[in-house]
């Protein structure tokens, strides 16, 4: 078994060898022709698709099962999955319930929750002050998540009604674990680490060339953390409060010092009942909150019925939450999060030094051994 990485334990011991494609939904995308003696690999979100790709040499072939902008709270394995993963040597799942239909995967063995051999911080959700509303609704078993004052799986319209089909995500719930620990750069490096480890066991003659791309690997993390800290420098420190719908952003919020209000905490099919309003109202203005975050473009019914009723505007960037933008890189969507996030808090953020770090990821994950993934995708 893999042993517990720190944050920042990313000592260059690394070994290992592969590359990977993301593919389009509900596909199955090889990294390089899949050789009868070749090593499988199966990724199954879209971060770790990118690591595993950019940490990659060709000799192992990996298939990813989520693209980027694939909602891994709802997917679900097709035949042709279920078969790869039935045939792979090597299954990497985020873990802390991201993925749901793959959850008994590492429970039984199967597979290697990257995230769960992390040790982190446990992260607990920063409860709005609704608890008045307990006594009016039933008891959905969410723990800490239901002082949150949720409604079953219903968001309210703007004439008061509720409509359970505005909002993109339905019914997931990580319980009381936050799996989107790639939302800190220390963390998506002991990632890449567990990563190359593992694949050390598959491909150990790849050695050197897995020290090498694991250390550029880093030092572009290493340095997209410093361009992060100096664009929220720019942020009013009293308007550093992070708003969002639900809880997926407590260890960047953790990270560069902001404060996370999470509306519906980690389950964001809870709803808002019209007497919570008030009491949600009340609190975004204790918290000085300037701006509410959207997960999604448009924003769900419910964010933009709290923006209405609190008179506090919606960012017009919306943030990636739960993996990749489409067609982006784990550090491009993390740069544009950012900019997002800082200008939304009346911030600046240096775009063109952000694009010379997703410029850089690029060429590493682009390098000649990858361009089986270009042919895999036309």
């Not at 994950?365 to 895999?376: L, Q, Y």
Request: charged residues 20%.
């Amino acid at each position: 078994m893999i042993q517990r990485l720190t944050g920042l334990s990313v000592a260059m011991a690394l070994l290992g060898g592969l590359t990977t494609g993301c593919g389009h939904p509900r596909s199955l995308q090889s990294s390089s022709p899949a050789g009868a003696d070749n090593p499988q690999v199966l990724a199954a979100d879209g971060v770790l698709c990118d690591l595993t790709r950019t940490l990659a040499t060709p000799s192992i072939t990996v298939h990813c099962l989520l693209s980027g902008g694939e909602d891994p709270h709802t997917f679900s394995l097709s035949p042709e999955q279920r078969g790869r993963l039935e045939q792979a040597d090597l299954v990497l799942i985020n873990g802390h319930g991201l993925t749901p239909a793959l959850a008994t995967l590492a429970e039984q063995g199967k597979a290697l929750a990257v995230a769960e051999a992390v040790a982190l911080q446990p992260l607990e959700a920063d409860p709005l002050p609704m608890a008045d509303d307990h006594d009016d609704h039933d008891d959905h078993g969410h723990g800490k998540e239901d002082a949150h004052g949720h409604d079953d799986h219903r968001d309210l319209s703007h004439s008061g009604s509720a409509d359970p089909h505005h909002d993109d995500h339905h019914g997931h719930d990580h319980g009381d674990v936050d799996p989107h620990v790639w939302h800190d750069p220390e963390n998506t490096q002991a990632m890449a680490m567990v990563v190359t480890q593992e694949l050390s066991r598959l491909a150990p003659e790849d050695a050197t060339s897995l020290q090498a791309l694991n250390r550029e690997a880093t030092a572009v993390l290493k340095d997209m953390d410093a361009w992060a800290e100096q664009q929220v420098e720019t942020v009013p420190a009293q308007q550093r409060v992070l708003a969002t719908r639900h809880k997926a952003f407590g260890y960047y919020a953790q990270r560069y010092g902001f404060r996370e209000l999470a509306l519906l905490g980690f389950n964001t099919s809870e709803a808002i009942r019209p007497t919570v309003l008030s009491n949600l109202r009340r609190a975004l203005a204790e918290a000085n909150v300037v701006a509410l975050f959207p997960e999604q473009d448009p924003p769900g019914q419910s964010l933009q019925v709290i923006s209405q009723q609190s008179g506090i505007d919606l960012s017009p960037r919306h943030l990636i939450a739960d993996g990749l933008a489409p067609g982006q890189s784990t550090v491009e969507t993390f740069v544009n999060n950012t900019c997002a996030i800082t200008s939304g808090l009346q911030g600046q953020c240096d775009e063109a030094a952000g694009q010379d770090l997703v410029d850089r990821w690029h060429t590493l994950a682009d390098r000649p051994s990858s361009t089986a993934d270009a042919a895999a995708n036309q």
